[in-house]
């Protein structure tokens, strides 16, 4: 293939990852500007959301678009009943204090890790597409279930910010964002916005993972290494601001695309783990780190 | 001395020798376990300098422990060294590395400090993967057999026997923890605890609290990394798994469980948890699930650990 | 006769700091002698923390020049003026809660022992830290209480305690943000018997709100409005000035 047309395909892969990545970094970006506080069990909540969708579809074989579906509105839901029981049983008691939340995030991360590794075993499997048909570009062919996964993501991002910027609970969460004891004294319920926005944000993750599943595998350990790329877009694009993280999700999601095949991954992911070490120090405000919040 | 520091004394002392006398009645698979859980403890002693003195909670201590254990193992392995002097090579490289990394990371506090941390040992790891001609990455390195035994003080010293592994490791926690002691109980000990309580006060007052927190850096490091040059050294392996975030997890976690801020707390925590993972492993695969308990529990109920608690309730001289 | 001139111990010169659009510190030149107790009032907001955040270095100045004993400090950290043995004494407590009163005054006291006496006392052997702790608890009358745990002090010795610590480093100039802020009137009584007892080689200054209290220990009493210096002068004198009544009572 010629460099053009192949840079057109790095460049469609690096969409894909881009949408995906969007998703669960913008959980992650959530509950930090709301909560102020850094969920690491959030690549196990992605893990948890493919595992599901995979073991749905598996329950209804032959009816992949169905199993789809089902997968999309169901293991999000699942999972985020899991995050808010988490956020109130657990979170709650320790006053979502900033390190000791880390601290107890680290084992909710071996515990839904560990769980999947027991209940769905340590095989990756793979999951059947919800439909087959092929795009044909004049030089290739490209997957129509790909393409669809940014439309699908695109969408749901949408459908995020309207929530934020025109409904109820979005105020409530704004104003819990600025001001959290303001907000208590207005009377917002504090401790429900925090457990919903901590529901969302692992929904978010799921919701990524159900996209990405049938085209990567499923396996119990699949949720390190978005937890890692969503810290790395959260960080450039500033703690807690979502523009800020969107568009660093679709540059980083981008660029780790193509520069995957071109380089070996590992080297990729060393060189973007230091640049975030590095940004963290120089410019904690994020790279694109707005002040104005949300 | 003060009559406290006496009982202290003695209490650090009992230990040790408990230790000591403790091969002769275990049978010999404990007595392999428990020089593992002594070299961990080391590195759980070095973390809590930094955690449970200084305050600083660092989530990339996994990166001084690998260091320590490549600087030790490879130049063994690639370059025929001696075992004495590949440890004492270790011990340098680790305490510049921890005094480089320190420098750089303590710009920042808090929750950055934790993900700074976090991603200067996930970038390690995964340069310990990326040049796998030289680590041997996930498969990792057998150390050869000359670094099996080493001559000292006219005596010629065989590290295949497991008596001999075990007070080697006795010997280093022994020069450990009185170290320790003798830090935490004077000025430097005070300097950390200041500015864990309180910071911005302690540089009012007219300390250099950078040097300070820099020097529990350089200290803890360098503990650490002695802790994973005398891991790989004893058992002639050097592999990547020592460098990935479980083993930053796992000082932590000693240290939570035993009490952050206690000489013994890391020691007991390591013992707690390596029986109650080896209890778990021999029934199912997904031990780690017992660490993930362990951690939430103990944050939410024991945020002090076990001799935390005791102390605050009993034994207030404990140090 | 110039023998006779004291020894300026700290000047101030055109020190300005903005926040924002307001002008917190306006041009002010200050001057302080050696082993004078200064005084230093205003009516709410007009610069009296920030002008002595800029001299203990807890603010960086937008413009102007600070000078300790003859040094150049302007562009010094918080922690190498304390070192020079200027010392700031929190107007919100700030002390170590978790740590005993012992450790409270001992973290303050082995930083003093680290370097020469400044208040002029000479030590003839290397003084023993519990001494040092001791003497100082003595000093402020907190001695009773070294097991405790900080938190556990009654808000007044709390007060007590973090001037412990700081006059355990033993500074040259001690700056009190509103000592007496929160105290009960016997413990306002006792605590200008402790600064008469402690100034002996020391200066300090004193930022009050408190008028007689101010009146009846400074030697001078600097008065600051709107970020500028208003007047400056012996109490009587401020107590006679016109503008200081003014700028009081809003006339």
């Not at chain 1, 600025?178 to 916005?193: H, T």
């Not at chain 2, 025929?80 to 590395?97: H, M, T």
């Not at chain 3, 009358?141 to 007590?160: C, F, K, M, P, V």
Request: proline share 4%; hydrophobic share 55%; charged share 15%.
């Amino acid at each position: 293939m010629d460099l053009g047309p192949f840079l057109f395909l790095a460049s469609l892969e690096g969409l894909v990852q881009a949408a995906v990545l969007s998703l669960s970094a913008l959980g992650l970006c959530l509950v930090f500007g709301v909560l102020r506080v850094v969920n690491v069990a959030h690549g196990e909540f992605y893990m948890a959301g493919a595992v599901i969708a995979w073991a749905i579809s598996h329950a209804l074989p032959g009816q992949p678009l169905l199993g789809f579906l089902a997968a999309l509105f169901l293991a999000p839901l699942l999972v985020g009943l899991a995050a808010f029981i988490a956020d109130r049983a657990i979170l709650r008691k320790i006053n979502h204090n900033p390190e000791a939340t880390i601290v107890a995030t680290i084992g909710m991360l071996y515990v839904i890790q560990q769980s999947a590794l027991i209940g769905f075993g340590p095989d990756a499997r793979p999951m059947e597409p919800p439909f087959y048909f092929h795009v044909n570009f004049p030089w290739f062919g490209y997957s129509g279930y790909k393409l669809s996964v940014i439309l699908m993501a695109a969408a749901l991002l949408l459908f995020v910010w309207y929530v934020i910027s025109r409904t109820r609970l979005g105020l409530f969460m704004r104003a819990t964002q600025l001001d959290r004891e303001m907000a208590q004294v207005s009377g917002i319920p504090v401790g429900w916005v925090y457990g919903l926005v901590f529901a969302a944000g692992a929904m978010l993750a799921a919701l990524g993972a159900v996209l990405i599943a049938p085209i990567r595998q499923v396996h119990y350990l699949m949720g390190l290494d978005p937890l890692l790329m969503s810290f790395i877009v959260v960080i450039i694009g500033g703690l807690g601001s979502i523009r800020g993280a969107l568009l660093a999700a679709l540059v980083i999601g981008m660029c780790d695309g193509i520069v995957s095949m071109f380089f070996s991954p590992t080297l990729a992911k060393m060189i973007s783990t230091l640049l975030v070490a590095l940004v963290l120090i120089l410019r904690p405000e994020g790279l694109f780190g707005q002040r104005k919040p949300l | 001395m003060t009559g406290s520091g006496k009982r202290s004394l003695t209490l650090h002392i009992g230990v040790l020798v408990l230790l000591f006398l403790l091969p002769f009645i275990l049978p010999d698979y404990h007595q392999l376990v428990i020089t593992r859980i002594m070299i961990l403890a080391i590195f759980a002693l070095g973390y809590n300098i930094l955690f449970g003195y200084a305050g600083l909670l660092s989530l990339g201590h996994a990166m001084f422990f690998a260091c320590g254990l490549y600087a030790a193992g490879l130049p063994v392995y690639h370059l025929g060294w001696e075992v004495p002097l590949a440890f004492l090579f270790a011990i340098v490289i680790s305490a510049l590395a921890a005094a480089l990394i320190g420098a750089i990371a303590l710009r920042t506090q808090g929750v950055a400090f934790m993900i700074v941390t976090l991603m200067f040992a996930q970038a390690v790891y995964l340069g310990t993967l990326y040049f796998s001609d030289v680590t041997g990455a996930d498969e990792g390195l057998v150390l050869p057999e000359h670094a099996r035994s080493f001559d000292a003080l006219g005596m010629r010293v065989d590290l295949t026997s497991p008596e001999v592994r075990y007070y080697i490791a006795l010997a280093l926690l022994s020069a450990a923890v009185l170290m320790v002691c003798r830090w935490v109980n004077g000025g430097l000990g005070r300097e950390w605890v200041a500015v864990r309580e309180n910071e911005s006060r302690t540089r009012m007052l007219g300390y250099n609290t950078f040097l300070i927190k820099l020097k529990a850096m350089v200290i803890s490091g360098t503990f650490s990394g002695g802790a994973g040059a005398a891991y790989g050294l004893l058992f002639a392996y050097v592999g990547s798994t020592f460098a990935s975030i479980q083993y930053s997890i796992d000082a932590l976690l000693f240290t939570l469980l035993g009490g952050a801020g206690t000489v013994l707390g890391p020691i007991l925590g390591s013992f707690i948890m390596f029986y109650l993972v080896d209890f778990f492993s021999g029934h199912t695969t997904a031990y780690l699930l017992a660490t993930g308990v362990v951690l939430i529990l103990l944050i939410m109920y024991f945020p002090l650990g076990v001799l935390g608690t005791l102390r605050k309730k009993w034994l207030p001289w404990l140090p | 006769m110039a023998a006779l001139v004291a020894v300026s111990l700290l000047s101030a010169k055109k020190l300005n700091r903005r926040f924002g659009g307001i002008a917190a510190v306006k041009d002010v030149d200050f001057s302080l002698e050696q082993g004078e107790i200064r005084g230093i009032i205003g009516p709410n907001g007009a610069g009296k923390t920030s002008f002595v955040n800029l001299l203990s270095g807890r603010l960086a100045p937008d413009s102007g020049q600070v000078v300790f004993q003859g040094v150049d400090i302007t562009r010094q950290s918080v922690w190498k003026r304390a070192r020079l043995g200027i010392a700031y004494s929190f107007q919100i407590i700030s002390i170590y809660p978790g740590l005993t009163v012992f450790d409270n005054v001992a973290i303050g006291a082995q930083l003093g022992m680290q370097q020469p006496s400044k208040s002029g006392q000479s030590r003839d052997q290397e003084p023993d830290l519990e001494e040092v702790v001791g003497s100082c608890l003595k000093l402020t009358g907190l001695d009773w209480g070294r097991t405790q745990l900080a938190s556990e002090l009654a808000y007044g010795h709390q007060r007590l305690l973090e001037i412990t610590i700081n006059l355990a480093v033993d500074p040259t100039l001690l700056i009190l943000d509103e000592p007496t802020q929160g105290l009960s009137v016997d413990e306002i009584d006792e605590f200008a018997g402790l600064l008469k007892r402690i100034r002996s080689g020391r200066t300090i200054i004193l930022i009050e709100h408190n008028l007689p209290f101010v009146m009846n220990l400074a030697d001078r009493v600097t008065v600051m409005d709107q970020g500028g210096i208003l007047a400056e002068n012996d109490p009587k004198g401020i107590q006679m000035d016109a503008r200081v009544k003014a700028a009081y009572l809003g006339k």
